[in-house]
Nanobody
Framework: VQLVESGGGSVQAGGSLRLSCAVS????????MAWFRQTPGKEREGVAG????????IYADSVKGRFTISQDVAKSTVYLQMNSLKPEDTAMYYC??????????????????WGQGTQVTVS
């Protein structure tokens, strides 16, 4: 399984970025995909997740109304549109995948497959 993130960068507060995560060698159509973030010295935090078969989504309270997770099934790619960015959104963002997840635990960082991360800096 390979997950490759892209789209990170530096942006001013109030700006927007879109992250992408392309997945390969994985049964994407019946999976659970999620975005996490981490800053030095802190635990990895779940940001948003999506069930690929139903497109049902879940968000952390800290990003609700600002971030949107979506997918392109044909491309086996998940996106994270981040609007109204705040300095506290600065972190390394990781894409993660698994074939299943326990309901209620979607934003816990115990999925099986992870990307290498992409840095988002908001100033």
């Amino acid at each position: 399984v390979q997950l490759v993130e892209s789209g990170g960068g530096s942006v001013q507060a109030g700006g927007s970025l879109r992250l992408s995560c392309a997945v390969s060698r994985f049964s994407y159509s019946t999976a659970y995909m999620a975005w996490f973030r981490q800053t030095p010295g802190k635990e990895r935090e779940g940001v948003a997740g999506i069930y690929t078969s139903s497109s049902a989504t879940i968000y952390a309270d800290s990003v609700k109304g600002r971030f949107t997770i979506s997918q392109d099934v044909a491309k086996s790619t998940v996106y994270l549109q981040m609007n109204s960015l705040k300095p506290e959104d600065t972190a390394m963002y990781y894409c993660a995948a698994d074939s299943a997840v326990v309901p209620g635990e979607e934003l816990l960082p115990d999925l099986n497959y992870w990307g290498q991360g992409t840095q988002v800096t908001v100033s």
